[in-house]
């Protein structure tokens, strides 16, 4: 994408072009690393109804149009492939620690 100039002033979104909740995903995350989280919900933090956004959705078109670019992973594969890469890589990833 840096060396495009097509993109040069653009903004493009890089995702799946798909949608999931925020219920969904940490129950497919949970699947994927075998946990049964207990979730609270605090109904100050939901988006309120008359939120200016209801639905987020990274739409990926411009990506195709301009950069040729599409997704090499659905969203389930894309998250098992960073699982499978935390768990891989623990010996460089340390999220207790700040390291730079």
Same mark, same amino acid.
């Given at each position: 994408?840096?060396?495009?100039?097509?993109?040069?002033?653009e903004?493009? #979104?890089?995702?799946?072009?798909?949608?999931?909740?925020?219920?969904?995903? =940490?129950?497919?995350?949970?699947?994927? =690393?075998?946990?049964?989280?207990?979730?609270?919900?605090?109904?100050? !933090?939901?988006?309120? /109804?008359?939120?200016?956004?209801? !639905?987020?959705?990274?739409?990926?078109?411009?990506?195709?149009?301009?950069?040729?670019?599409?997704?090499?992973?659905?969203?389930?594969?894309?998250?098992? /492939?960073t =699982?499978?890469?935390?768990? /891989? #890589?623990q010996?460089?990833?340390?999220?207790?620690?700040? #390291?730079?």
């Amino acid at each position: 994408a840096a060396e495009c100039e097509d993109a040069v002033g653009e903004v493009i #979104n890089l995702g799946s072009n798909s949608e999931i909740s925020v219920k969904d995903l =940490i129950e497919l995350i949970s699947g994927i =690393i075998g946990v049964k989280p207990k979730i609270i919900t605090d109904d100050k !933090r939901k988006r309120p /109804a008359s939120s200016e956004v209801e !639905r987020l959705r990274a739409d990926n078109a411009k990506a195709k149009k301009i950069l040729g670019w599409k997704p090499e992973y659905g969203l389930s594969q894309g998250l098992k /492939a960073t =699982i499978d890469w935390f768990k /891989a #890589n623990q010996d460089i990833y340390k999220p207790d620690i700040y #390291n730079v």
